[in-house]
């Protein structure tokens, strides 16, 4: 039986893994740590859990298509619910509303809130979905880099669609376009953040986004995001993936135009006829292929933004709050300029709080919740990260309590924090970005590596930082498109 390697048990890399023995591979997946999933994975504080990472489902087929392959049913496996509200929104001045997941609400509460007719948010949800058809089949599903996609049907339409993606202007410039309330720009242009993004840079195609949330939904896992990662190693195991955990490859040994063997940090060296990295792209080359030519072009783009996370469980239980919750910046710009131009934290930054025990009561003790609460950051250049969670804890505590009404720092009865040196060491993300290169231009989609390598006939790669992009649908999109380009065995 031929053999596949998996370097990384990252949401990607269990896809791959799954599909690749469904093509009938023994297939081995290397874990540095202890644990699969990267960000996609979980932890207890005291009496509270947390999802470490994405905290936001969306997209749930791409799930269930992993069993439905398998043979397997889903439901027996995974179980999730769709949303009634994707978000509620909260400003400085006590302005508040609920983003209903139905798009007629959502419109509504919007223009009863924000004096936004209605149809301005429907002909934009309309133009989103547009904008997914327009890509999905041309982009999303096929590598970007094998002639074939630009002659079929599907990219035919896509070429007489082109213009609806608004590429040559920014999301922001097409927000302020479409809508005449601020602060309704302000809420579709964080949308960017998505992928960590820019909305003033970002071109307007990323107004695809919203799509995903109100025309597709918003999903919660009944077990918690981490179930996702559970399910699917459950389901590789099944399939007879092997996992390695606190197994770290060291280099990947090439001959010609073929990887030849993986080196384990002990020094042991394993043959494989195919392998899969699903290690950040920059790091792959940089850490494991030091013998290969670099693809610099790529390699050195701008990184995308990352995250500072304070994770804490709360003595208080907020009726007016409910699962994904965003407090906005009272000045957008600034903070967007602070993020990618200064390289730091705005002092009144927007501050995301996700609370999964809305949902999941035991995810905290009764009359408790258990807080994920997040700032945007600029990935790592070697800023002073101390002083800057020091600051932006005392800052997001004062935003926050002034809006809930509540003396935050009474009640925390724990907290752990994950910052951009944290994430660049447990993920292994270059800079601690969260999707790998910016997509803070037209041309970013272009500027992601292959799914397969140019130099190496068996080496491919999955993840966030190639293509199609981060977050969790389009890692596993990227393990099916670079399955798809691999033989059964």
Request: glycine fraction near 6%; charge should be neutral.
């Amino acid at each position: 039986m031929k053999k596949a390697a998996v370097i990384g048990a990252g949401i990607a890399g269990i896809a791959s893994s799954i599909r690749l023995a469904n093509k009938g591979y023994e297939v081995h997946i290397f874990e540095a740590n202890l644990y699969p999933g990267g960000k996609l994975s979980s932890f207890e504080l005291k009496r509270f859990r947390f999802d470490a990472g994405p905290s936001l489902f969306t997209m749930p087929h791409l799930v269930d298509e992993l069993f439905r392959i398998s043979g397997k049913n889903p439901q027996d496996y995974f179980d999730y619910i769709r949303l009634d509200e994707a978000c509620r929104y909260f400003w400085d001045d006590d302005t508040q509303l609920i983003a209903y997941a139905t798009q007629q609400a959502f419109a509504k509460e919007i223009e009863e809130k924000l004096g936004e007719p209605a149809q301005h948010v429907l002909n934009h949800l309309k133009d989103s979905a547009l904008k997914y058809e327009v890509t999905e089949k041309l982009f999303l599903h096929r590598s970007l880099h094998k002639i074939g996609t630009y002659f079929n049907r599907d990219a035919l339409k896509g070429y007489l669609n082109l213009h609806h993606l608004e590429a040559f202007t920014t999301m922001n410039r097409a927000n302020e376009k479409r809508f005449q309330n601020p602060r309704v720009v302000q809420l579709f242009n964080r949308y960017a953040t998505y992928n960590g993004s820019n909305p003033y840079q970002t071109p307007a195609t990323m107004n695809i986004i919203p799509h995903l949330e109100y025309n597709i939904g918003a999903f919660f896992p009944k077990k918690g995001m981490v179930s996702i990662t559970e399910s699917l190693v459950q389901l590789a195991k099944e399939l007879g993936v092997e996992f390695h955990f606190n197994t770290l490859i060291s280099k990947i040994e090439t001959r010609t135009d073929r990887v030849q063997s993986l080196v384990i940090s002990d020094g042991s060296s394993l043959n494989f006829d195919i392998v899969v990295s699903n290690m950040d792209i920059v790091n792959t080359f940089r850490k494991l292929l030091p013998q290969a030519r670099q693809p610099e072009r790529i390699l050195d783009q701008p990184k995308s933004s990352s995250a500072l996370i304070f994770y804490w469980g709360i003595n208080h239980s907020f009726s007016q709050l409910g699962l994904h919750n965003i407090f906005f910046s009272n000045d957008y710009p600034t903070e967007f300029q602070h993020l990618f131009q200064q390289k730091t934290i705005y002092s009144d930054p927007t501050v995301y709080v996700n609370i999964t025990s809305k949902h999941k009561p035991d995810d905290a003790p009764a009359g408790k919740e258990n807080w994920f609460v997040m700032v945007n950051a600029p990935n790592n250049e070697g800023q002073n990260w101390d002083d800057l969670i020091k600051q932006t804890r005392q800052n997001i505590q004062k935003k926050l309590g002034e809006v809930l009404k509540k003396d935050l720092s009474t009640l925390i009865e724990c907290e752990e924090v994950l910052d951009p040196r944290s994430i660049e060491t447990k993920t292994s993300s270059s800079q601690g970005s969260l999707y790998g290169n910016s997509s803070n231009n037209r041309f970013a989609a272009f500027l992601r590596h292959a799914n397969f390598s140019s130099q190496f006939k068996n080496l491919y790669f999955v993840g966030g930082s190639v293509h199609p992009g981060g977050g969790i649908p389009l890692a596993i999109l990227s393990a099916k498109i670079a399955t798809d380009l691999i033989p059964k065995a």
